[in-house]
């Protein structure tokens, strides 16, 4: 029974044995006054967890008869019910947890489908400009529609065959495209040819990049390098033109080319989709968001993308709403556009277009009145957003099914939009994301259709290249069928650019009205005249500073005019180091060397290169002995100066198979002028001996109650988790596949717990795992070729492939962009992050910062802009920015267009 302190009333009354619990019977519980219910609804989660009973009646809060609310925000709700046992059964609560990641909220046993709500409260605060600029488009066609955009109407070879899986429990068909290709981003000087594949099967292409050595591509061997199994000895070559038409078509079904989305109309009070569907019209503030949003268009007679509306005889009504934006189409299905009917109350021809859109946008007059997603009853609706007009603007929530991935972009804080145009910017990108996350979730109503349909695909092209074999048609040979095979392809291309339904378009209507944005990872340009090539760095401060073949080197970052680009040396070249670390709040360099004699390792305070340029002579009293042979180190960046101690690990020192970690302790931890500076390094725990060589290392952080631990990356594609109090090692993750590893590193665990997760990256896959082996996030990130290095910058991943940037989000592990550079070195990534490449000039490398800020959405817009732009005598100004390559690219085409009609038509 309910305690009487739990309610306003004094004397409740209990409801009698078998007594339905409806809104009647509660308000006679005295349970009107709302201050009561978050008291209600915490005693309740605290009783589940004392597993205590409830005695006498069973109990039920139901969400739609009492409306829980506080005075800030709306609350999830729980219910009680009873079991025939008397048991309290609660439905289950996820709270907030991560950066930017959205409440989960589940009602097991309702028969209502669970969603997870977003209202911005779970994002830290950002600066406006850093946030639209973080508004990005996820898996966009214009990276991931390769076959349209590099392979159709280019010489390709296209093969068929059977793939076994791994463990040989599975065979599936299998089509395979290779493209061979010359680099456009060198110089003439620098060709690099680079070999581009796609693996087409049942589950979604997949991508590789693979350099050309040569010789003509082995399909064998490149099955082999995608991972997924071996391919049968019999891989048939299909050379019919048309195999051009059927792979774009199984492109075509990796998402949707464009959007069709909802717009419901909901009055205040309204809260079933009955009501919601029977609003003949909508109001003047809903008719102003509607053309925001779109167009309004005439049905009749309608050429463009009908999101199923009928538009020969207008039988869905008269007007619509329709945009064009990131270049697809977008037809809204706006409810009081569609036919009403007063004799049918549950309104179905209008539940017929909303019901079946994926994302559906809730216009709510009140933003008081519950929302319930349940409410709309359609097992094709998986995404809600719920907009409120509120004094000039808009306010946002998100309500998206919990078996759709995460998708970003994450929502401000507070989500609230002042610029309508913010709002349809945001509203675009979020409801495009959220569509191609619950086309790719394996678990949604889409999932089993759409790889019948692939597989479906896959096997026809198999059947039409067997058949073509047995009738021996397409007798063409040599120069003639290489010719016919690049103008077939280059005819579909031209045919589809000029439907309007290029999958790499890019045009947005009222583009001149959307808020100016720049892209979070465009690079700062520090110098295109750097004179050596950098082997290895790490910031210092706002500088940098760089290992190269005449030594260390400290680069100023500041303005500066061409060819006075201020270095400091600080080690010359008696010394070749291949890798350095600086602590700035530890003020300690440590690098290593690599010679005839083996590595060794240095600990040099920062004070001390001040005294003048470090040679070999003069390097060894800063050399650290009992690393002798030293072939890898690692620092641990979080331990401060005033954390560290006898015993607290600070470095681990790796000499092949064995490792050592070594704790510091400071003689100046209080930074006292004039007590000198420095300290010693003392060995804490056992040695460590692993199964294998250690490729790479990583220490983990400090977390209250647990010893430091090590992950490590041995040689054959093992990943351990190392225990330098006792020397032990457990393994955390093995690949099996002999591969060698690439990078192992921590990452910030998403629910705030005491466990430690790290990054562990092989081949083509990063995956996560937590100290225990567990997987630590639902989705592993796909590289399309194997990445020199891997930097991780919250909330994106970066892979710095030979000749390209690859950027994927953290919230679902899917590619947002390319950046396409010759010969580029990666430097380091502590806050910000430093690369370098090829400059155009031969003999020169350009250096490159991306601000760490600016990827963590923290930067203001000062820090955004940096200096002025391409001012002349201004090395240190925005470069490689998407524009300047377009240009340069359509200024090429349109040289070559008058040599060729057909790519004339593509230019245009």
Excluded at 66 to 94: C, I, M
Excluded at 612 to 617: D, P, S
Aim: charged content about 25%; overall charge neutral.
């Amino acid at each position: 029974l309910l305690p009487s302190t739990f309610s306003p009333d004094p004397h409740p009354t209990p409801p009698r044995s078998g007594e339905k619990q409806d809104k009647t019977s509660f308000n006679h519980l005295g349970l009107q006054d709302p201050r009561s219910a978050p008291f209600f609804f915490s005693s309740v989660t605290s009783q589940r967890k004392q597993n205590k009973r409830l005695w006498g009646s069973v109990w039920r809060m139901s969400d739609v008869d009492l409306r829980l609310r506080s005075t800030q925000k709306e609350v999830p709700h729980a219910r009680s019910t009873g079991n025939l046992a008397g048991e309290e059964v609660h439905d289950a609560l996820q709270m907030p947890h991560g950066r930017g990641r959205s409440k989960r909220y589940s009602r097991e046993g309702s028969g209502l489908e669970s969603f997870r709500m977003e209202d911005g409260s779970e994002t830290e605060p950002q600066d406006r400009a850093t946030l639209m600029s973080n508004v990005l488009l996820e898996n966009p066609e214009t990276e991931t529609r390769w076959y349209f955009k590099h392979f159709l109407g280019e010489s390709h070879d296209n093969y068929m065959t059977v793939l076994t899986s791994p463990d040989g429990s599975c065979r599936e068909q299998i089509v395979l495209s290779v493209l061979q290709e010359t680099s456009k981003l060198t110089s003439a000087s620098h060709n690099e040819k680079l070999i581009r594949a796609i693996l087409w099967r049942r589950s979604g292409s997949e991508r590789l990049v693979l350099p050309d050595k040569g010789k003509a591509p082995d399909p064998k061997r490149i099955l082999i390098e995608f991972g997924r199994g071996s391919p049968d000895k019999k891989i048939e070559e299909i050379k019919d033109p048309e195999i051009q038409q059927q792979l774009l078509v199984l492109e075509e079904q990796e998402g949707a080319i464009n959007f069709k989305i909802g717009i419901l109309y909901a009055k205040k009070g309204q809260r079933t989709d009955d009501e919601m569907f029977s609003n003949e019209h909508g109001s003047e503030a809903f008719e102003k968001f509607v053309a925001l949003m779109g167009n309004k268009i005439p049905q009749k007679g309608w050429t463009g993308f009908r999101g199923g509306l009928d538009v020969k005889s207008g039988t869905t009504g008269e007007y619509s709403a329709h945009t064009v934006a990131f270049g697809k189409e977008v037809m809204f299905h706006v409810s009081t556009y569609l036919p009403f009917s007063k004799a049918n109350p549950q309104q179905l021809e209008r539940k017929r277009h909303l019901g079946n859109d994926i994302c559906n946008i809730v216009f709510q007059e009140d933003s008081e009145t519950p929302f319930f997603p349940e409410m709309i009853k359609s097992k094709f609706n998986h995404i809600f957003a719920l907009v409120s007009p509120d004094k000039e603007g808009y306010t946002l929530k998100m309500y998206t099914k919990r078996n759709v991935p995460e998708y970003g972009p994450s929502l401000p804080n507070p989500s609230y939009f002042a610029d309508g145009r913010e709002l349809r910017h945001f509203l675009m990108v979020k409801l495009m994301n959220g569509e191609k996350a619950t086309l790719s979730s394996p678990s949604s109503t889409f999932a089993g259709k759409k790889m019948r349909t692939l597989e479906a695909l896959i096997s026809e092209i198999h059947f039409a290249a067997q058949t073509q074999k047995t009738t021996k048609t397409g007798t063409l040979r040599g120069k003639k069928a290489l010719e016919a095979f690049r103008s077939r392809g280059q005819e579909i291309k031209v045919g589809k650019i000029a439907s309007g339904a290029a999958p790499t378009s890019t045009f947005s209507l009222n583009i001149a009205e959307q808020p100016n944005m720049s892209e979070p990872w465009s690079p700062v340009c520090i110098t295109t005249e750097f004179q050596h090539q950098i082997q290895c760095g790490d910031s210092w401060g706002k500088d940098l500073v760089v290992a190269t073949a005449q030594g260390l080197l400290k680069i100023v970052v500041a303005p500066h005019a061409p060819g006075e680009l201020k270095t400091i040396p600080l080690v010359d070249n008696s010394l070749s180091i291949v890798q350095i670390a600086i602590d700035d709040d530890c003020e300690l360099l440590v690098f290593r060397t690599a010679d005839d004699r083996g590595g060794s390792l240095y600990v040099v305070p920062l004070a001390d290169l001040d005294n003048g340029v470090l040679t070999r002579k003069t390097a060894k009293r800063f050399l650290h002995a009992p690393s002798k042979d030293c072939s890898l180190f690692a620092l641990h960046h979080t331990l401060r100066m005033a954390d560290c101690a006898e015993g607290v690990p600070k470095l681990i020192a790796i000499s092949g198979k064995k490792g050592r970690v070594y704790g510091y302790v400071p003689q100046n931890p209080g930074r006292v002028p004039g007590m000198g500076s420095g300290g010693t390094f003392s060995p804490c725990g056992e040695e460590i001996v692993f199964a294998e060589t250690v490729e790479t290392v990583t220490l983990g952080s400090q977390v209250i109650g647990q010893p430091v631990v090590a992950c490590a990356g041995l040689k054959g594609g093992e990943f351990v988790i190392a225990h330098p109090n006792t020397g032990a090692t457990t393994t955390l993750f093995n690949s099996g596949s002999k591969v060698d590893p690439i990078e192992s590193m921590e990452v910030p665990c998403v629910d705030d717990s005491a466990e430690r997760d790290f990054l562990l990256t092989f081949s083509l896959c990063s995956l996560f795992r937590d100290e225990k082996g567990r997987e630590a996030r639902p989705f592993d990130v796909k590289w399309s070729s194997k990445p020199q290095r891997v930097a991780y910058a919250y909330p994106y991943m970066l892979g710095f492939m030979k000749d390209a940037i690859e950027i994927a989000t953290m919230l679902n592990g899917t590619l947002l962009k390319s950046l396409h550079m010759p010969r580029i070195q990666f430097i380091t990534a502590k806050k910000d992050v430093y690369f370098a490449n090829v400059s155009k000039k031969a003999a020169y490398w350009s250096v490159f910062r991306m601000s760490g800020q600016a990827l963590s959405g923290r930067a203001s817009e000062a820090d955004l802009s940096q200096l002025p732009v391409h001012i002349s005598g201004n090395q240190y100004s925005r470069k490689l920015s998407t524009s300047a390559f377009s240009q340069d690219m359509l200024k090429s085409f349109r040289q070559r267009s008058s040599t060729s009609p057909t790519v004339a038509a593509i230019a245009e």
